[in-house]
């Protein structure tokens, strides 16, 4: 019932969905709820809050509970959004294991642990998957779906469906792979930001405008591919007339920063 957890819970509230929010602490599910509250009533007053129900109807969609097994009965959907522990997430799964169905689907939060470490093993494995959030979830719709080599299919599209339903944005990934595609696309971007900032190339300051008042604006509303191909008459006329440029380029990135040091020291600043 962290940052992540609530974050969820009003998602799940939103799309008219009961939601239990289990936690091992009653002081920490009382002040999420509290949390919760505040943030509902204060989205409601700003016009910001989700969904068809007011504040006050989502919230007696949500209980609180410190009984993993209660929790979690008559769920259709289980959302997991412990730390990023890998001993503690597969605890968690080997507890939920033992006492849910076939038909519940188990989902965690997780934005770096592969399908592979987290659900290897488990009997349930083809109920299981990755529904990673981009944090706040209530107000970054993505969500990335990655699925164990063992998922069952309909778990994927089961999860895809529900996703969209609540409002968010799913998309799926066909394997599991270090990062997924959001942390692979965004520390490409760190990693040449940093290289820049290092070199004396630009300093902090306008690197970051480069992207919030550049590329950001358009990256906002449109994706790299979809920009290339309305950059020119279609992707392969891009290609035609970008390739050259772009690979000698590339060619002169560096090798991967260490994200230490000098550098370091000079951003921090």
């Known amino acids: 019932s962290g940052l992540i957890g609530?974050?969820?819970a009003m998602v799940f509230a939103a799309g008219g969905f009961k939601v239990n929010l289990y936690d091992i602490a009653q002081q920490q599910l009382t002040s999420a709820l509290e949390n919760i509250r505040k943030?509902?009533?204060e989205l409601e007053e700003l016009g910001f809050?989700?969904?068809?129900l007011s504040a006050e109807q989502q919230l007696a969609l949500i209980s609180i509970c410190t009984d993993l097994k209660a929790a979690v009965e008559g769920a259709t959907f289980i959302q997991e959004c412990?730390?990023?522990?890998?001993?503690?997430?597969k605890k968690i799964f080997s507890q939920l294991d033992l006492i849910v169905g076939d038909n519940?689907?188990?989902?965690?939060?997780t934005s770096c642990l592969l399908p592979n470490k987290l659900f290897t093993g488990l009997k349930h494995v083809k109920q299981c998957i990755v529904s990673h959030p981009v944090n706040p979830p209530y107000f970054v719709p993505l969500v990335e779906l990655v699925p164990h080599p063992?998922?069952?299919?309909?778990t994927t599209e089961r999860t895809y469906a529900l996703m969209k339903k609540i409002g968010q944005s799913p998309v799926?990934?066909?394997?599991?792979?270090?990062?997924?595609?959001?942390?692979?696309?965004?520390?490409?971007?760190?990693?040449?930001a940093w290289r820049l900032v290092g070199e004396g190339v630009i300093s902090p300051t306008d690197l970051d405008l480069v992207m919030s008042d550049g590329l950001g604006m358009r990256y906002a509303f449109i994706g790299p591919l979809e920009t290339m191909h309305l950059n020119a008459e279609g992707i392969s006329n891009y290609c035609e007339r970008y390739r050259e440029g772009m690979r000698r380029v590339l060619n002169t990135f560096g090798p991967v920063p260490e994200f230490s040091?000098?550098?370091?020291?000079?951003?921090?600043q």
């Open 6 to 8: 609530r974050s969820w």
């Open 39 to 41: 943030q509902m009533k």
């Open 49 to 52: 809050l989700k969904g068809a």
């Open 82 to 89: 412990t730390p990023e522990n890998l001993e503690l997430k």
């Open 104 to 109: 519940v689907i188990l989902s965690s939060s």
């Open 150 to 154: 063992e998922t069952d299919p309909s």
């Open 172 to 192: 799926k990934l066909n394997r599991e792979i270090e990062g997924f595609v959001l942390n692979r696309l965004q520390y490409a971007v760190i990693s040449e």
């Open 261 to 268: 040091g000098e550098i370091e020291q000079k951003i921090s």
